[in-house]
């Protein structure tokens, strides 16, 4: 019996060890995975609790955990008010995830701990919308009687799975909207990829004013020394810069590496090096957003003056008090991914590209601008995307490899949308004087297709 008592310590005493040793390591080096999982958790919850107001719980189990990778299910976080801080990890230990919020700049995921240098200057913040002016100048809406749209924007199919809100202008005005439980036309919603297009807008507001042209090349340094010297502007919006980049959210990738490890995004983008010729290949990637948003910010000069460009020239003659566009923690803003605005505000930027960049009788954009947006990338597959960081199709939503995804549906020929993750999408249709911005929480692997939504409104409003 002694002796089985040793071996018993001993296996005890082993496990102990192995115990303390796999935590040692998980916490003073966590895998990568681990560590993405927590700085996405933590920025996640940041944004939401800082800036739209939401509960932090609420927020961690239905927009990090429920939605994504299982290892997020282990995630938990913890949030200092006073500090404005975020911090999250397996366990609420490993793998350190750490976003810090700014007045008026929304939220930085910080990955190296360094919440000093992810400090930013001043950042105007937007006076509130008039709450009794009618929409767009204000926030008022004198929704339309129409029962069609009634049974349109009702009908839960169309509106699709974990839906936020739906906005139908039309003629320049509201005519109808649905919010989902827990959101309301307050709400500020992040539009992922969709604020790609803005970053394109941000660029033509530049291009107006002169201190940018959409054909410059050798953008960077670094690339002048070798084939990248060729990748113009234009390339970049495009999607055709010929830079190597991984977009797959699947994994440790580039585009998550670049969004939650990296503190300075751009320069991990500019980093990488050609894997195609240049303008050749179309290959969508949130890395050359990043560098867009830093080649607009040196082309302003300087970085205060920067940082408040977005709202002075764009945001704040759109009206669209809500909007906060979030920086990386070197200053740079995340203009591939983190714009947050209430629904309404969406709608407005929808309405202003409807309208050729202009507002209330004001030219924002160059003529011929949204225009030049809108003509198909050279490289993209047929039909699929546009010169301006906009989609000239719909969204997959399981649609084959190489197939239309707007088949089947009664769609105008002149529609063209912006897109983003998880179910985020605003279609614009001249010819019907028609925005729709549809924001949820609806993951691809759900194949929902607000094409049906879209063709349904066409079809109530003609």
């Given at each position: 019996?002694?002796?089985?008592?040793?071996?018993?310590?001993?296996?005890?005493?082993?496990?102990?060890?192995?115990?303390?040793?796999?935590?040692?390591?998980?916490?003073?080096?966590?895998?990568?995975?681990?560590?993405?999982?927590?700085?996405?958790?933590?920025?996640?919850?940041?944004?939401?609790?800082?800036?739209?107001?939401?509960?932090?719980?609420?927020?961690?189990?239905?927009?990090?955990?429920?939605?994504?990778?299982?290892?997020?299910?282990?995630?938990?976080?913890?949030?200092?008010?006073?500090?404005?801080?975020?911090?999250?990890?397996?366990?609420?230990?490993?793998?350190?995830?750490?976003?810090?919020?700014?007045?008026?700049?929304?939220?930085?995921?910080?990955?190296?701990?360094?919440?000093?240098?992810?400090?930013?200057?001043?950042?105007?913040?937007?006076?509130?919308?008039?709450?009794?002016?009618?929409?767009?100048?204000?926030?008022?809406?004198?929704?339309?009687?129409?029962?069609?749209?009634?049974?349109?924007?009702?009908?839960?199919?169309?509106?699709?799975?974990?839906?936020?809100?739906?906005?139908?202008?039309?003629?320049?005005?509201?005519?109808?909207?649905?919010?989902?439980?827990?959101?309301?036309?307050?709400?500020?919603?992040?539009?992922?990829?969709?604020?790609?297009?803005?970053?394109?807008?941000?660029?033509?507001?530049?291009?107006?004013?002169?201190?940018?042209?959409?054909?410059?090349?050798?953008?960077?340094?670094?690339?002048?020394?070798?084939?990248?010297?060729?990748?113009?502007?234009?390339?970049?919006?495009?999607?055709?810069?010929?830079?190597?980049?991984?977009?797959?959210?699947?994994?440790?990738?580039?585009?998550?590496?670049?969004?939650?490890?990296?503190?300075?995004?751009?320069?991990?983008?500019?980093?990488?090096?050609?894997?195609?010729?240049?303008?050749?290949?179309?290959?969508?990637?949130?890395?050359?957003?990043?560098?867009?948003?830093?080649?607009?910010?040196?082309?302003?000069?300087?970085?205060?003056?920067?940082?408040?460009?977005?709202?002075?020239?764009?945001?704040?003659?759109?009206?669209?008090?809500?909007?906060?566009?979030?920086?990386?923690?070197?200053?740079?803003?995340?203009?591939s991914s983190y714009l947050y605005a209430t629904a309404?505000?969406?709608?407005?930027?929808?309405?202003?590209?409807?309208?050729?960049?202009?507002?209330?009788?004001?030219?924002?954009?160059?003529e011929g601008y949204v225009a030049w947006m809108r003509?198909?990338?050279?490289?993209?597959?047929?039909?699929?995307?546009?010169?301006?960081?906009?989609?000239?199709?719909?969204?997959?939503?399981?649609?084959?490899?190489?197939?239309?995804?707007?088949?089947?549906?009664?769609?105008?020929?002149?529609?063209?949308?912006?897109?983003?993750?998880?179910?985020?999408?605003?279609?614009?249709?001249?010819?019907?004087?028609?925005?729709?911005?549809?924001?949820?929480?609806?993951?691809?692997?759900?194949?929902?297709?607000?094409?049906?939504?879209?063709?349904?409104?066409?079809?109530?409003?003609?």
């Amino acid at each position: 019996m002694r002796i089985i008592g040793k071996i018993l310590k001993w296996l005890v005493a082993l496990i102990v060890l192995v115990v303390a040793g796999l935590s040692a390591w998980l916490y003073f080096a966590p895998p990568a995975l681990i560590r993405v999982g927590s700085g996405y958790a933590a920025k996640i919850v940041c944004s939401n609790v800082f800036f739209a107001g939401r509960d932090a719980n609420q927020v961690l189990a239905d927009d990090v955990q429920a939605p994504g990778h299982p290892l997020l299910r282990l995630m938990s976080v913890s949030v200092d008010q006073s500090a404005g801080t975020v911090r999250a990890g397996l366990f609420g230990v490993f793998g350190r995830g750490l976003a810090v919020a700014h007045d008026g700049a929304g939220c930085s995921s910080v990955p190296d701990g360094d919440i000093a240098a992810a400090a930013l200057g001043s950042v105007p913040v937007a006076p509130a919308a008039d709450a009794e002016a009618l929409w767009p100048e204000g926030e008022k809406v004198d929704a339309s009687q129409n029962p069609a749209i009634t049974a349109v924007l009702d009908d839960a199919a169309l509106a699709g799975p974990g839906m936020r809100a739906i906005v139908v202008v039309q003629n320049g005005r509201i005519v109808g909207e649905r919010y989902g439980e827990g959101f309301a036309s307050s709400t500020p919603l992040l539009g992922w990829s969709m604020t790609k297009t803005v970053t394109a807008a941000i660029i033509g507001t530049l291009v107006a004013d002169g201190k940018m042209s959409v054909d410059k090349t050798k953008l960077f340094e670094p690339w002048k020394a070798d084939g990248r010297a060729e990748i113009s502007l234009a390339d970049l919006m495009a999607m055709s810069s010929g830079l190597e980049f991984n977009e797959d959210y699947g994994d440790v990738t580039d585009v998550t590496r670049m969004l939650y490890l990296e503190p300075d995004m751009a320069s991990f983008a500019a980093a990488k090096p050609l894997a195609a010729e240049v303008g050749k290949k179309f290959s969508y990637s949130s890395g050359t957003t990043l560098l867009l948003s830093r080649l607009w910010q040196d082309a302003v000069g300087d970085p205060a003056k920067a940082l408040s460009w977005p709202r002075e020239k764009l945001f704040g003659p759109l009206g669209m008090t809500s909007a906060v566009l979030e920086a990386d923690a070197r200053g740079t803003f995340a203009g591939s991914s983190y714009l947050y605005a209430t629904a309404h505000d969406w709608a407005r930027f929808g309405q202003f590209l409807l309208q050729d960049g202009v507002w209330n009788g004001a030219r924002i954009l160059p003529e011929g601008y949204v225009a030049w947006m809108r003509e198909k990338a050279p490289a993209a597959p047929i039909g699929e995307y546009g010169r301006g960081q906009l989609w000239l199709q719909g969204p997959e939503g399981g649609t084959p490899e190489g197939e239309d995804p707007d088949v089947g549906f009664d769609l105008p020929d002149d529609t063209f949308w912006m897109q983003g993750h998880d179910g985020q999408t605003v279609a614009m249709v001249p010819s019907a004087n028609l925005v729709v911005v549809r924001l949820g929480l609806t993951p691809s692997k759900l194949r929902y297709k607000p094409q049906a939504m879209l063709s349904a409104l066409v079809a109530a409003l003609r």
